[in-house]
């Protein structure tokens, strides 16, 4: 998926071994994400991980970049003028079912379908501030989905689709984290006593709460950045979880 919609280079050793990588994906005209900058350790060592992020941020010419960065490759952004934005928490663990009866919300959620691809792109593009279609349409494409309806009108959504060691969740877009909980329950249930995971900037403790009693417990964190300052989107939508940290 990730080979589809981005761009990017590999660097290889004498006999041609692969040993870096760095990729962007496009967004509309002017935005751009960029993931999958690896390096070995030796590499590393010798500055191949700025080496490689030259290349990448020679392509992405004058669009605004936001990434998600490692401890480790933290110090290697700020260098290049990239300033944090927020800190991404992972979750992850093994999945236990939810009661439907114990949420807040549980009377109008139901499998996404079809017809509802233009809704969930509107919804998106209202919470991002950018319009994200390419990389939505190529989610969905892949992944299981759920919506939530009131008044006949899509107002939050959660996607979920395999990945790694087993399933993640994400996007999920929603007016609060009620909302998200609704939302994020059927794949909860749906994956119960199988690998799942969220990334999310989300700290609301209501919505905490859930992804541990999910089974889901605080792995690692990231670094959102960005090289220019970010515009906020006006909207009553909030994002709950990323497409992946690759494609933050």
Same mark, same amino acid.
């Given at each position: ?27 509309? @005209? ?66 236990? @079912? ?31 501030? $950018? ?91 990231? $670094? ?25």
């Amino acid at each position: 998926m990730l080979l589809t919609l981005g761009k990017g280079f590999v660097g290889c050793d004498p006999i041609g071994r692969i040993v870096a990588s760095g990729m962007w994906f496009p967004i509309g @005209s002017d935005f751009t994400t960029i993931g999958m900058v690896i390096t070995s350790p030796r590499l590393q060592a010798l500055g191949g991980g700025r080496w490689m992020m030259k290349h990448v941020m020679a392509q992405c010419e004058d669009r605004d970049i936001v990434l998600s960065s490692t401890k480790a490759g933290y110090r290697l952004y700020t260098s290049l003028s990239f300033q944090p934005v927020s800190t991404i928490f992972q979750y992850q663990g093994i999945a236990t @079912s939810i009661d439907p009866s114990h949420l807040v919300v549980n009377e109008s959620v139901r499998q996404l379908e079809p017809k509802d691809t233009e809704s969930i792109l509107q919804l998106d593009k209202s919470t991002f501030g $950018t319009d994200r279609s390419n990389i939505i349409k190529t989610v969905l494409e892949k992944s299981q989905g759920s919506v939530l309806v009131r008044n006949n009108k899509i107002l939050g959504f959660a996607l979920c689709r395999k990945f790694g060691r087993g399933h993640v969740i994400g996007p999920v877009v929603a007016q609060n984290s009620a909302d998200a909980i609704a939302l994020i329950a059927p794949h909860v249930n749906q994956h119960a006593g199988q690998f799942l995971r969220i990334d999310t900037a989300e700290q609301d403790k209501l919505f905490t709460d859930f992804l541990n009693t999910s089974g889901m417990q605080e792995f690692d964190t990231v $670094t959102a950045m960005t090289n220019k300052p970010l515009k906020k989107a006006e909207s009553e939508f909030h994002s709950f979880a990323l497409v992946s940290q690759a494609l933050a």
